[in-house]
């Protein structure tokens, strides 16, 4: 840019462009809520959309897979036992000559419906204990978390596997041994995230209007703390999964002819060394949902972290 003889910038080197009301005043960017900012961000991590097409995909076909052969799960053929995997039976028989294809994709049914009910289960417990015990403090939070104490105290497992022996074989009692101790650690989550909300100036606010107890917790509380809850929440399900899987390769599972994929793998081991197959399909299906929930999980830590809103 030229200057004149007296330092000066010159009037005649500029142009003026006045102003536009209607530009000055326009949105240039849409207003977006919290939840479809992280939605867009989960979008842009490619390896937790690869993981969130895996569960979806393997949902469907534990819906739709035992329907596309002809042979039901349950229907045994010694005359068939042990084949391997063939245009007829896509994934094999097993020794009683069951089609495996329909036993894996019901066992997928079984194993996702015992992750996934006991994981929102275990939730749901958690964030109501711990939100009743942050929000409250004082004795009922020493006793409640006393209580979570002494149970964290005692082996995750080994409650699982006292209950199952109480409880007997079956989905249901797999449930709920499942819940009686995994809400504990989203109880002490759900616990540190409240005494820290409960002294911000909206909850003063929320009591100053009168609102009860209650609402303050649901209404205001948990809802805030519902980033970490479903991140907790998906990082939870791998665990309830294979807790399924372990039960069930020792016995304590689904009763036969009920498949899963721990009891896929229990009998795929008996015979490993002459019919490895027989083994690696479940193994595989446990390993890859797993993979995938985890990095579902991290990818889902990333989005809702609002620190790293833009």
Partial sequence: MM???????????????????????AITRPSITYWQDAWRRLKQNKVAMLGLIIILLYTLMAIVGP??????????????????????????????????WARTWMGARVSLMIGFVAALLNAVIGVLVGGI???????????????VDIMYA??????????????GQGIMPLILALVVGGWLGMARLVRGQILQLKEQEFVLAA???GASHARIIWRHLIPNTMGVILV???????????????????????????????QLAAYGAQT?????????????FISTTMLSLNLLGDGLRDALDPRLRS
């Fill in 232 to 262: 907790n929440l998906t990082m939870s399900i791998p665990g309830a999964i294979f807790s399924e899987a372990f039960l069930s390769f020792i016995g304590l599972g689904v009763v036969p002819p009920q498949s899963s994929w721990g």
């Fill in 272 to 284: 490993f060394r002459i019919y490895p197959y027989q083994l690696f399909i479940p193994a595989f």
């Fill in 154 to 167: 005692i082996p995750y497992m080994i409650i699982v596997i006292l209950m199952m022996v109480v409880l």
């Fill in 3 to 25: 200057q004149n003889n007296a330092g000066e910038l010159s009037p005649e080197l500029f142009t003026h462009v006045g102003k536009n009301i209607k530009e000055m005043e």
């Fill in 207 to 209: 009591k100053v209007l």
């Fill in 133 to 147: 015990s942050g929000y409250f403090g004082g004795k009922i939070d020493l006793v409640i978390m006393r209580f």
């Fill in 67 to 100: 329907y596309m052969t002809p042979y039901d799960y349950r229907t045994t053929n010694p005359s068939e036992s042990n084949q391997p995997p063939s245009a007829k039976h896509w994934f094999g028989t097993d020794s009683l000559g069951r089609d495996l």
